[in-house]
């Protein structure tokens, strides 16, 4: 097999930021504090980076209760390591194979920053928080005769709650069996899905449990961000949101203004009542609409005050969540997608 490499903006879709972002960096500059690749300014910001020790020490203790990666939790306990942070949402079978790419990018950024100087442990953002299970509950494989095959779960119930916690009681393997037929390593493949994808089990577990299987050697580190003591650790930025709601949606509506003014789209529309918070009740994820005063969600309606005195009720949207991410992480390089690429112009403002 020839690999080869196809320029991102000849692929149909490609947006004129995304673009922009890896071709023409200088006409995006003033959305993005740094360009991408650059080294320089890697070493800048690791130099640079205020990460507070206590902080540090939480998240070490967090990480150590979802992971088994010894060398990498001692690793990033030290005050002089960084993290090199990648994520996708928790989808089937590890979901497209553009997850694992990213990851094991984020594995390969590490160890190059290792090599010059700096420590850098790779880390993995389960982003079990999301409500859209439609998006995670399935997989496209290629089968023995190289034809797409999409195989789903269908006994899962739809509730609107967090997918990461979504239980399933019969996954389907035999399809991927079948699927597979005689292809080459497709008996490793099945073992270690088998392994990971049990009955009881929810999407987020699953999918954490076969990217530790598979990547196991690769010293990654993985976050759920439901669980509570991680939720703990970032209780003070969602209570800082909350109180500051008005200045930050004001500060993103100028930013898509200078966004759309620059001929580019914007990847979250701002609407009069938009605020980047969710709430968490009664198992499910429900938006947070803002009406100058107060919070709605459904019936329910909250001071600031109140939920700021609540912050485990709140999950951010997709523009808070690289926010609440590089506040829990001693964050240096982020590996995204055209997606993630453009929710940060947006969030580069909070």
Known sequence: MEPSCVRQNLIPGTTKLFSDFLYNFDRVSGFYPHAPFDFDSVHAVARHLNYPASRRCALVDALRQQNNAQEALEKLSRPETIAVVTGQQVGLFSGPAYTIFKALTAVRIARE?????????????LATEDHDL????????????????????TNTVVNGGPVGDVQFNEMPLRELRNALGDLPFADDVMVRVARAYRPGFTFGAAFRNLLQDTLQTCGLLYLDPLAPPVRQIAAPLL??????LPELLDALRGRNTELRDAGYHQQVHIE?????????????RIPLRWNGTQLAARDRSFRPAELAASPELLSPNALLRPVMQDYLFPTVIYVGGPAETAYMAQSQVL
Do not use: M, Y
């Not at 920053?113 to 953002?125: C, R, S, T």
């Not at 209570?239 to 500051?244: E, G, I, L």
């Open 113 to 125: 920053l290792d090599q010059q100087g700096i420590p850098a442990v790779p880390i993995f953002w």
């Open 134 to 153: 439609a998006e995670v509950d399935h997989a496209w494989v290629f089968d023995h005769e190289g034809t797409p095959r999409k195989i789903a779960v």
């Open 239 to 244: 209570a800082d949101t909350v109180q500051r």
């Open 272 to 284: 009069d009542d938009s605020s980047l918070l969710f709430l968490l009740a009664d198992g499910k």
